[in-house]
Every structure is written in C-alpha cells, then in structure tokens.
C-alpha cells in the first residue's frame, strides 16, 4: 500500500519561502506521476504542480515562475520549491502519487499559511 507523508509546512510572510517534501513508500516510486495539489478554505482543491518519472513538470499558472517541482527517485521523495509566497498561496497542500484510477494517493496534508 502506497503511502504519502508530506512535510515542510509553516507559516511565512508574503514574499518569503518555504519547501515542501514528500516522501513515498510501499510501491514503485519512479512509475508514478507525482504532484501537488492545494486546497483553501471554503475552494475546491486544485492542481499546483505536477512531474513524471521522467521529470517533465506542470504548474499551474497561478505559480509559474515563482514554484519548482523536482523529485528524487532515489530518495522516493518529492519536493516544492515555493518563492515569493503571496497571502494566495495560502492553502492545505497535498502530496498525490498517480499511475492508473486504481493506484491514486493522498498524503494527509501539510498547512502552509502566507500572512504578515
């Protein structure tokens, strides 16, 4: 059974940084499409980044330029590089690891709060 354990959440001022892990047991790291997703109070959650095995990436518009997705596959472990934080930004984010609609998991989410 594949599980997800995101880490590297907190609370940072509008402009600052932070990095997010997650880290994947329980199957093969390297056959699954990897993201981020975010999900903010009272909105639907959404895609932030994505990244292949092969590490072509996605991001979603609202963080180009400013988020990097990367993945260690040796490590089994993906990060989110996020820059220039915006009060936006605000959001629970969740770690997924996809490869069919029978292997798509959720790790439990990590609170990134934005805020002066």
């Known amino acids: 059974q594949v599980q997800l354990v995101e880490s590297g959440g907190g609370m940072v001022q509008p402009g600052g940084s932070l990095t997010l892990s997650c880290t994947f047991s329980?199957?093969?790291?390297?056959?699954?499409?990897m993201g981020w997703h975010r999900q903010a109070p009272g909105k639907q959650r959404e895609v932030v980044a994505t990244?292949?095995?092969?590490?072509?990436?996605n991001y979603a518009d609202s963080v180009k330029g400013r988020f990097t997705i990367s993945r260690d596959n040796a490590k089994n472990t993906m990060y989110l590089q996020m820059n220039s934080l915006k009060p936006e930004d605000t959001a629970v984010y969740y770690c997924?690891?996809?490869?069919?609609?029978?292997?798509?998991?959720w790790g439990q989410g990590t609170q990134v709060t934005v805020s002066s």
């Open positions: 329980g199957s093969i790291f390297g056959v699954y499409r």
């Open positions: 997924n690891a996809f490869v069919t609609m029978e292997h798509d998991y």
């Open positions: 990244i292949t095995g092969g590490g072509s990436t």
